[in-house]
């Protein structure tokens, strides 16, 4: 299996525990992906997960799900919406709006890193990463850039060799795949475009490692972060086969 042959000083990445999609807390007003579960992560001095999406316009938006009906009074697509359209419309809970990448490093300024996953409809469309690209390329904090469709990560890569760019990989049987060919779900979950992409880390799902393709990754010397670690009882085993967790739940 083909080895980026790179090796970058990432300890910034993985220094502290990752919060997933920010610290959220509902109960409490802070929603996923917002303002609030942010500022949460930063005063306790986590890194930061957080996921774009690509609105109608061609900005990337920082939201997690393809569409909105999970989260926020709107409905529909998160693609079928301007920007503008979207940070006009309310959660269901909390008085956050959703921030544009842009909006999202105003916040941040550098105080923990960021851990940027670039979501993906699988069909071949690049403006979300050249977007992102654009936006992050004269930003002075720690960041990277990482998604499950390697093609993504592929054009971050010609775009912006420089930028740290991640892959995020599970087993691909989830329903949100099923579009996808078994061949390709395979070469996904095999990690076998590595020598395409040449990702500087792999965020795999840690109940489905050790896996072969991660640990030889591992021991070339890239780290390892892995996700969703949602109870401190599970943070030991996660660590003996990553190098960083993402958690949500809990403080890590």
Same mark, same amino acid.
Request: proline share 6%.
């Given at each position: 299996?083909?080895?980026? $042959?790179?090796?970058? +000083?990432?300890?910034?990445?993985?220094?502290?525990?990752?919060?997933?999609?920010?610290?959220?807390?509902?109960?409490? /007003?802070?929603?996923?992906?917002?303002?609030?579960?942010?500022?949460?992560?930063?005063?306790?001095?986590?890194?930061?997960? =957080?996921?774009?999406?690509?609105? /109608?316009?061609?900005?990337?938006?920082?939201?997690? &799900?393809?569409?909105?009906?999970?989260?926020?009074?709107?409905?529909?697509?998160? =693609?079928?919406? $301007?920007?503008? %359209?979207?940070? *006009?419309?309310?959660?269901?809970?909390?008085? &956050?709006? #959703? !921030?544009?990448?842009? %909006?999202?490093?105003? !916040?941040?300024?550098?105080?923990?890193?960021?851990?940027?996953?670039?979501?993906?409809?699988?069909?071949?469309?690049?403006?979300? *990463?050249?977007?992102?690209?654009?936006?992050?390329?004269?930003?002075?904090? @720690? =960041? =990277?850039?990482?998604?499950?469709? @390697? /093609?993504?990560?592929? %054009?971050?890569?010609?775009?912006? +060799?420089?930028?740290?760019?991640?892959?995020?990989?599970?087993?691909?049987?989830?329903?949100?795949?099923?579009?996808?060919?078994?061949?390709?779900?395979?070469?996904?979950?095999?990690?076998?475009?590595?020598?395409?992409?040449?990702?500087?880390?792999?965020?795999?799902?840690?109940?489905?490692? @050790?896996? @072969? *393709?991660?640990?030889?990754?591992?021991?070339?010397?890239? +780290?390892?972060?892995?996700?969703? #670690?949602?109870?401190?009882?599970?943070? +030991?085993?996660?660590?003996?086969?990553?190098?960083?967790?993402?958690?949500?739940?809990?403080?890590?």
């Amino acid at each position: 299996m083909p080895m980026p $042959s790179a090796l970058r +000083p990432l300890d910034w990445l993985t220094a502290r525990p990752i919060a997933h999609r920010g610290l959220h807390d509902a109960k409490n /007003g802070a929603i996923e992906n917002t303002r609030s579960a942010f500022a949460r992560a930063i005063a306790q001095n986590y890194a930061i997960e =957080c996921d774009l999406q690509m609105a /109608g316009d061609g900005e990337a938006v920082v939201f997690h &799900d393809e569409t909105l009906d999970r989260l926020m009074e709107g409905k529909g697509r998160v =693609c079928d919406h $301007s920007a503008a %359209e979207l940070q *006009a419309m309310a959660f269901k809970s909390g008085a &956050d709006r #959703i !921030q544009t990448l842009g %909006e999202l490093l105003d !916040q941040v300024q550098g105080r923990v890193p960021l851990v940027i996953e670039l979501k993906s409809l699988w069909d071949g469309n690049e403006t979300l *990463a050249r977007r992102a690209v654009a936006v992050v390329s004269n930003y002075g904090g @720690p =960041c =990277c850039l990482m998604s499950f469709d @390697p /093609g993504v990560i592929a %054009e971050v890569r010609r775009l912006a +060799p420089d930028l740290v760019r991640g892959i995020v990989a599970d087993s691909f049987t989830h329903e949100d795949y099923d579009n996808l060919p078994e061949a390709e779900r395979g070469r996904l979950r095999e990690l076998a475009h590595l020598g395409q992409t040449e990702p500087d880390f792999i965020s795999y799902y840690w109940r489905e490692l @050790p896996l @072969p *393709a991660v640990t030889r990754f591992r021991e070339a010397g890239h +780290p390892v972060i892995c996700w969703t #670690i949602r109870s401190a009882a599970d943070i +030991p085993a996660a660590l003996r086969v990553s190098d960083q967790i993402t958690f949500e739940g809990f403080l890590a």
